[in-house]
Every structure is written in C-alpha cells, then in structure tokens.
C-alpha cells in the first residue's frame, strides 16, 4: 500500500517539525509512504512576483511548483530521508530501506506532463492539488492532507474549498482518489482521520 502524505507549508515553522512528522508517519508505518511538501511562505513570494511583474500565469506555476523544491529541501536536511521523481526511482529506493521519500515535484511535474498526464497551470491549482496528482499518478492508496487546521469532519470537499482549506481546483482531481484523510498537525494530539473514502 501506498501513502501520499502532503505536507502544508503552514506547518513548516512547527518548532518540533521533525519528531512530530516521525510520529504521523508511525500511523502507516508499514506502508510506502511519499511526502510531498507545500509551498508556505516560498509560494507567497512566487505570488508577489506574479503580481509585481504581471507574470502570466504559465510562468507563475512554473515558478511555484519550483518553490516547492525548498521547501523539500528543509525536510531532507532534517529527517534524512531520499527524494524521487518517479515511481521506478521509488522501487529502488524501498528495495533497499523502506523510509518514507519525497517527491520532487518539479522533476515529477515535467515527467508527467511529458508523458500526456497534465494539471492546469493556474492559481486555482496549488500543492494541495499537486498531492492528489502525486497520488493519482502513482497511483495511491490514500492521500493525507497535513495541515494546521482541524479536519473539516462535517463538511464536503466542495465547501471545504469554499472555505479555503483546500484549493479550487482540488476537488475536481479528489473524486479520483480511493481515500482522503485528514491531520492537524499543530492539535495536541496528532491523529489521522478519515476524511473522504
């Protein structure tokens, strides 16, 4: 079984990043999990140069998805742990320790483009939406959004992109998906929930 674990860019200024992340990875322990980081505050420049520089908004995703690869960075540089753009480099990667990876999404994005498998480039697609492609694409068993919110338990995709707590275009590429679940990472007790199945 297979894991896509989005990480928000929101929580990575939590102070015990590292060994909270290690404790949410405990609840698929014995699964292939794969990390993909969202862009926080790397993505808010990207955006204040779309708006200075009236970048189209081709350029804007590109430069984006870009941030992202920062942001990775980060969480390589504190939990040690390799990155991959496609599935084969995976297989390798578990062949020989099964840690969980992290994608590297701008590599991962122009493997999937190339090969026919395209997202928009727009502001509507954001990396809560890049996960599920990640995760479509692999394809995934389930896909964890971590956020710095409670999980929206009574609330659908649709209003919970109203609300802001998932991109605009999420929930067009969530309905196919096999299992959404939900974590607050900054909650006093992290727990995964089941979200959308």
């Known amino acids: 079984m297979?894991?896509?674990?989005?990480?928000?860019?929101?929580?990575?200024?939590?102070?015990?990043?590292?060994?909270?992340?290690?404790?949410?990875?405990?609840?698929?322990?014995?699964?292939?999990?794969?990390?993909?980081?969202g862009g926080g505050a790397a993505a808010d420049v990207v955006r204040d140069w779309s708006r200075i520089h009236q970048?189209?908004?081709?350029?804007?995703?590109?430069?984006?998805i870009a941030s992202l690869e920062l942001n990775m960075q980060?969480?390589?540089?504190?939990?040690?742990?390799?990155?991959v753009a496609t599935r084969?480099?995976?297989?390798?990667?578990w062949s020989r320790d099964p840690s969980p990876l992290l994608v590297e999404m701008p590599a991962f994005a122009?493997?999937?483009?190339?090969?026919?498998?395209?997202?928009?480039h727009d502001w509507n697609v954001t990396s809560d939406s890049l996960a599920a492609w990640v995760a479509e694409c692999w394809p995934?068993?389930?896909?964890?959004?971590?956020?710095?919110?409670p999980t929206p338990r009574?609330?659908?995709?649709?209003?919970?992109?109203?609300?802001g707590l998932v991109d605009a275009y999420f929930p067009q590429i969530a309905q196919r998906l096999r299992r959404i679940s939900w974590c607050d990472l900054r909650a006093s007790q992290i727990e995964l929930e089941d979200w959308q199945s």
């Open 2 to 37: 297979t894991v896509v674990f989005k990480l928000g860019g929101s929580v990575l200024t939590h102070p015990t990043l590292a060994d909270t992340i290690r404790t949410l990875v405990r609840y698929r322990e014995n699964e292939r999990c794969l990390f993909v980081v």
């Open 154 to 163: 009574q609330r659908s995709i649709q209003e919970a992109s109203q609300l």
């Open 140 to 149: 995934a068993d389930e896909l964890v959004l971590v956020k710095s919110v």
């Open 74 to 83: 980060l969480i390589r540089t504190l939990l040690k742990w390799q990155s």
């Open 88 to 93: 084969e480099q995976a297989e390798i990667c």
């Open 55 to 64: 970048l189209s908004e081709e350029q804007s995703h590109w430069l984006a």
């Open 110 to 120: 122009c493997e999937q483009e190339s090969s026919g498998r395209t997202i928009p």
